[in-house]
Nanobody, 126 residues
Framework: QAQLVESGGGLVQAGGSLRLSCTAS????????MGWFRQAPGKEREFVSVVSWNGGRTIYADSVKGRFTISRDGTKNTVYLQMDSLIPEDSAVYSC???????????????????WGQGTQVTVSS
């Protein structure tokens, strides 16, 4: 069964950077939109960013725009989330997800994503 596996989470001080990776087990995902969501304790899951199948289109949540960068490497079946200027409010479990079809007017609807990873913890200390 196709799987998504995240890595790269950890503990970082405010103002620091982390790069998350999401590796797909199959090349099937090369034609999928790949996104990142996050969920902090006691809060709802929140859309972070998404990238098109060829990397040509990216969408960001307002809360991370200008600080986070999403990209993908088709040769490695991997999607990255470069997170800079981190703040404590960025602390959450970050999960990657794959969507075969996506409504670009509503990229953050979790139900549109067909596959999900298990998540990786990001903690930003003040």
């Amino acid at each position: 069964q196709a799987q998504l596996v995240e890595s790269g989470g950890g503990l970082v001080q405010a103002g620091g950077s982390l790069r998350l990776s999401c590796t797909a087990s199959e090349r099937t995902f090369s034609s999928y939109w790949m996104g990142w969501f996050r969920q902090a304790p006691g809060k709802e899951r929140e859309f972070v960013s998404v990238v098109s199948w060829n990397g040509g289109r990216t969408i960001y949540a307002d809360s991370v725009k200008g600080r986070f960068t999403i990209s993908r490497d088709g040769t490695k079946n991997t999607v990255y989330l470069q997170m800079d200027s981190l703040i404590p409010e960025d602390s959450a479990v970050y999960s990657c997800a794959a969507a075969r079809v996506l409504n670009l007017d509503f990229p953050g609807i979790a139900a549109r994503y067909n596959y999900w990873g298990q998540g990786t913890q990001v903690t930003v200390s003040s």
